[in-house]
């Protein structure tokens, strides 16, 4: 018996390589079966007759046109070249196939189409005196009938579907251009309506291999209005909840065409990714409610958004409410009230400036809210109080400094007592033996209203403001400044802030300026809500502003300084960030805020104001990993950059063509201006967002919300 030979590594080399060859033919084989089976003969439409880089004609027959279900406007469609060879088993072309996606947009005119018209007149005079139509036997011979049922669809297209190989797994996987490369005058091409799976495939296809995490449905396919559902091209359309973070999401249509329900929708897919399995993520949510729909059941909607916290394993405390006033079915609601008067100071300054600054915050903020209520006024008092600072200064540590900033907020909060804001104590001090406000001088030419120690009430206080003023501008007054000035090294015993303040009693019509900020008044509240409101969104909670009660500008001012004290935590992690387990920089936590009425925020015209929070948060908000969501009927009047800069986009219904032509700049809305402005179908929308290449027509699903104790 003889020793067997061991082979060559030569001969075992050729081995490997004939079988990495073979493995190779056998995935670009399926990969080429793979784009293939995006097209069914069941569903053949018809052939592409004339193209170019832009538009495709199509041939299409009304029997092909009736055996696919229709072929409406918007509808999709893929042409692709017959591939034989496929057919037979046999190994696949060098060249991979492809596929154009196109989109219907009308009709073609074929060249026949002056004879197929004449042909249809003659038979409509022939039947125009019988009951039966003009394409029955007994009126048009079958022969015209055939040449009668040619049509054809100009479509645009969209890009092309093509299988790519990964160079380092060797791995096929489908991509999309949106674009051609080339294309054949005397080439012809097949042209199907994709249904079924292959229709789900082209819809919820995206250019980022990451946002394939956390899809969730937000409709379904609808070409048309007058479409019944359930139909084979009615697939499930899913959104990556990651296109909405740190993003710029614009919801554009009329009343009552299904934003809210989208923005509900969305709000409720990014709530759920805490709740969703490995890649939990807490992405917290503001949602500024100007009518109460979101945070309040109403007869509208199929539950409120605020009951999302009823979804199976939700924690109730991750959703909060705010508003200006309590609700009978939402005990927990948080009130939008500050104390304006602020706490009572001490008699003794502060070691520190910070130490007071947090004791006069909800002051300060109060007083914030009033100046930008009293922004229009022109008279000069009222401007002069308005432009009056009760922020702690530098120097508040010495004593001296101290009281004339203690003698301002005095008058400062006789002038809210004055306006009829509800007192926060009984009545008001004017200081202690060894901390008088005002000397005896002071208090007589003033009308010794007040004691120089002790406290008075406030109706004593008001008229000794007034009747201070007054003493101060009268001969009197100045000549005990002058005094004054030269025992003082120069300095006044009035200064600019108590001027500013006394000033606001000139005339009547300066207190009743700031009566309608009494709403947002509650004596009992010592914190800011803004600050609880910016701590809730750092846990990572979903925040709902109830506006629905309280003066609109005041509404829209209080939202605004919400804004800007979320875009200053944000830049603040920004620049100063911390650290991940691996040792390189976090990004903030992400937050979504989500505006309607965008048109008031950020309006036409206003692109260089650096002193516009939503505008500058539109522009830098990504940066500082914050989401906006806005919304409006009138997307002409919104600042230019901000749509042009905007990644996801929903679009309903829009009745005018000043409207649509402004959306026509923008990606491929053009194909959709006549469906926008002619249909008005709640929650049918034109959907386009930052993973997917190309404009989908979707029947958003309608929002439903769990109820308590279902879990669902």
């Known amino acids: ?79 692709g070249r017959s591939q034989g060879a496929l057919e037979d088993g046999t190994e696949p072309a060098q060249e991979m196939p492809s596929l154009l996606l196109l989109r219907v947009l009308g009709s073609s005119a074929l060249p026949n189409d002056i004879e197929m018209q004449q042909a249809r007149f003659l038979a409509g005079q022939r039947a125009s005196d019988s009951p039966d139509n003009w394409d029955e036997n007994r009126n048009t011979d079958q022969f015209t009938l055939n040449q ?5 669809l100009r479509c645009s297209i ?96 009329m009343t009552r065409t299904g934003k809210s329900n989208t923005v509900k929708t969305l709000a409720r897919a990014v709530y759920a990714l805490r709740l969703a399995g490995d890649g939990k993520e807490r992405v917290a949510q503001l949602i500024i409610d100007p009518n109460g729909e979101y945070a309040n059941d109403n007869p509208q909607d199929d539950g409120c958004l605020r009951n999302v916290r009823f979804l199976r394993g939700a ?85 001296s400094e101290y009281k004339r900033y203690r003698r301002a907020v005095f008058v400062y909060q006789c002038i809210l007592a004055d306006a009829g804001f509800k007192l926060p104590r009984p009545n008001v001090s004017t200081g202690t ?5 005002f000397n005896a001088q002071v208090i007589e030419g003033a009308g010794g209203l007040v004691h120089e120690s002790g406290r008075v009430t406030w109706d004593a206080a008001i008229d000794f403001c007034k009747r201070l003023g007054e003493w101060l501008a009268s001969g009197d007054g100045k000549s005990f400044n002058e005094r004054y ?12 802030r108590l001027s500013g303040l006394l000033g606001i009693f000139e005339n009547t019509r300066g207190v009743r300026a700031i009566r309608e900020c009494r709403e947002w008044h509650d004596p009992q509240r010592n914190a800011d809500y803004t600050d609880e409101i910016v701590a809730d969104l750092g846990e990572g909670k979903l925040v709902i502003l109830d506006q629905a009660l309280g003066d609109p500008v005041m509404n829209e001012q209080s939202a605004e300084r919400i804004m800007r004290a979320i875009f200053t935590r944000q830049q ?74 905007t990644e996801n986009w929903f679009l309903s219904h829009l009745n005018n063509t000043g409207e649509t032509r402004e959306l026509d700049q923008y990606n491929d809305f053009a194909d959709f201006t006549s469906s926008v402005r002619r249909v008005k179908e709640v929650g049918f929308l034109k959907v386009r967002t930052m993973s997917s290449p190309y404009t989908l027509p979707v029947q958003i699903d309608r929002f439903t919300a769990p109820r308590e104790g279902s879990g669902s």
């Not at 003889?2 to 081995?15: A, C, K, N, W, Y």
């Not at 009668?148 to 054809?152: D, I, S």
């Not at 033996?433 to 406000?437: I, T, V």
């Not at 206003?606 to 009138?634: C, H, M, P």
Request: charged share 30%; aromatic share 8%; with cysteine.
């Open 315 to 399: 924690e109730l405390s991750d959703v909060v409410t705010y508003g200006l006033t309590p609700h009978p079915n939402d005990p927990e609601r948080r009130i939008t009230r500050m104390n304006f008067f602020g706490p009572e100071l001490p008699q003794q300054p502060p070691s520190n400036v910070r130490e007071l600054a947090q004791t006069l915050r909800s002051l300060e903020m109060g007083k914030q809210l009033i100046d930008d209520r009293i922004a229009t006024e022109t008279a000069g008092y009222i401007a002069s109080f308005r432009n009056t600072e009760l922020s702690a200064p530098p120097g508040i540590v010495d004593y």
């Open 1 to 79: 018996m003889t020793d067997s030979v061991p082979e060559s590594p030569d001969f075992l080399g050729r081995i490997e390589q004939d079988m990495a060859l073979e493995a190779s033919s056998d995935r670009a084989f399926s990969a080429a079966r793979e784009i293939r089976d995006l097209l069914e003969d069941d569903c053949l439409v018809g052939d592409l007759i004339r193209m170019d880089f832009g538009e495709a004609h199509v041939l299409v027959h009304d029997a092909l046109r009736q055996q696919v279900g229709g072929v409406p406007q918007g509808c999709l469609l893929l042409a």
């Open 433 to 437: 033996a060894s901390g008088k406000l």
């Open 572 to 645: 603040q992690r920004f620049t100063n960030p911390v650290k991940g387990e691996d040792g390189s920089y976090l990004r903030p936590d992400p937050v979504i805020v989500y505006v309607e009425e965008a048109h008031t925020v950020l309006p036409r015209g206003s692109e260089e104001d650096t002193r516009n929070i939503w505008a500058r948060t539109a522009k830098e908000g990504a940066k500082f990993n914050i989401g906006l969501v806005y919304s409006t009927q009138e997307p002409s009047s919104v600042q230019r950059n901000i749509p042009r800069n």
């Open 148 to 152: 009668m049922r040619f049509a054809g």
């Open 158 to 253: 969209l890009g092309t579907f093509r299988m790519v190989k990964d160079r380092e797994s060797g791995k096929w996987r489908l991509a999309f251009g949106s674009d051609i490369d080339n294309f054949y005058a005397g080439q012809g091409m097949k042209v199907y309506k994709p249904v079924g799976d292959a229709l789900k495939r082209i819809v919820n296809f995206s250019t980022d291999e990451a946002s394939e995490f956390a899809r969730v449905r937000i409709g379904e396919v609808k070409y048309a209005a007058a479409l019944d559902d359930g139909r084979p091209e009615s697939v499930p359309v899913l959104m990556s909840t990651r296109d909405v973070v740190a993003q710029r999401t614009a919801l554009f249509g």
């Open 485 to 496: 000035r030269r025992d003082h090294d120069g300095r006044n015993w009035s200064d600019d």
